[in-house]
C-alpha cells in the first residue's frame, strides 16, 4: 500500500489493480482493511481504528482513493463528494484515436445488475440515467491514446462504457470491447488526480497518483 498523503483527518492512498475498497463477496481483504492495519500499527492504537469510506474504484481500476480517518472528516466528505466538491480527474489508455481531439460525451446509461455491465444510448430510454463526460487527448502512441477525462456526473462503469460507445475501448477491457486482457488483468483506467477543500483545515488538497507499472504509462510521461 502506498500512501499519498495523510493529516489527522484523511489518508489518500493509491489503490493498484485488482484490490477492492471494500469487502465483498470474494472475501479478499479491501484496501479499507489495509488501510486500518496500517493505522493501527503506525500509532499503536488499541482497539478498533476508525476509518471512513467516502467513494470506490472497480476493481480493474488503480489511482488515488480518499478515507477519512475522523467521523468529523467522513460527514463533510460524503457531502461534498454528493455535491462535486471533489474533482477527480482520469487517464484512460484507449484503443484507436478519437475523432475529436477532445469533446463532451452525453449519453444514457442502463445498468445491468446481472452482467454487472451498463448499456449506452444516444437518448433517454427506460431505466436510464443521464451520463456526462469531457475528455482531451494528452497523448498519441501507435496503437493508443491518452485520455484525460473528467465526470460531470458519477455513473457505473461511465467510463468504461463511454469511451467504448464512442469507438474508444479501454485498454484491457474485456468486458467493453477490448480485444485483449492485461497480463495482470488489469484495464488501463486510472484515477490519475483529486482536488478539493480540506473539509476541515479548509486548505486545498491536490494531488497526483502515481503511474501504474506498465510500461505503456511510462512512455507517455
Known amino acids: 500500500m502506498q500512501v499519498v498523503y495523510e493529516d489527522n483527518h484523511l489518508i489518500v492512498v493509491y489503490k493498484a489493480s485488482g484490490e477492492i475498497v471494500q469487502g ?9 482493511d489495509t488501510v486500518k492495519r496500517y493505522l493501527k500499527e503506525k ?65 444514457w446509461l442502463v445498468r445491468n445488475e446481472k452482467q454487472n455491465k451498463s448499456y449506452v444510448y444516444d437518448h433517454e430510454v ?34 468504461r462504457s463511454q469511451l467504448a460507445a464512442m469507438g474508444c475501448p479501454i485498454k484491457g477491457d474485456l468486458k467493453y470491447g477490448a480485444q485483449r486482457s492485461n497480463p495482470d488483468g488489469s484495464i488501463s483506467l486510472l484515477s490519475r488526480h483529486v482536488e478539493f477543500v480540506h473539509p476541515v483545515s479548509k486548505t486545498l488538497i491536490s494531488l497526483d497518483s502515481p503511474l501504474p507499472d506498465d510500461a505503456l504509462w511510462h512512455s507517455f510521461e
Not at 465483498?24 to 479499507?32: F, I, V
Not at 491518452?146 to 467510463?159: A, D, F
Open 24 to 32: 465483498d463477496k470474494t472475501g479478499d481483504e479491501p484496501l479499507s
Open 43 to 107: 500509532y499503536q492504537k488499541p482497539g478498533n481504528v476508525f476509518l471512513g469510506v467516502v467513494h470506490r474504484l472497480d476493481r480493474p481500476v488503480s489511482g488515488l482513493v480518499v478515507f477519512a480517518k475522523t467521523s468529523k472528516a467522513l460527514t463533510r466528505l460524503n457531502k461534498m463528494f454528493r455535491e462535486g466538491e471533489v474533482h477527480k480527474t482520469y487517464w484512460a489508455l484507449t484503443k484507436n484515436n478519437p475523432s475529436q481531439p477532445e469533446a463532451t460525451l452525453t449519453n
Open 126 to 159: 427506460p431505466r436510464s440515467k443521464k451520463a456526462i463526460l469531457s475528455y482531451r487527448v494528452i497523448g498519441r502512441s501507435e496503437h493508443y491514446s491518452l485520455l484525460e477525462v473528467n465526470l460531470m456526473t458519477g455513473r457505473h462503469h461511465q467510463i
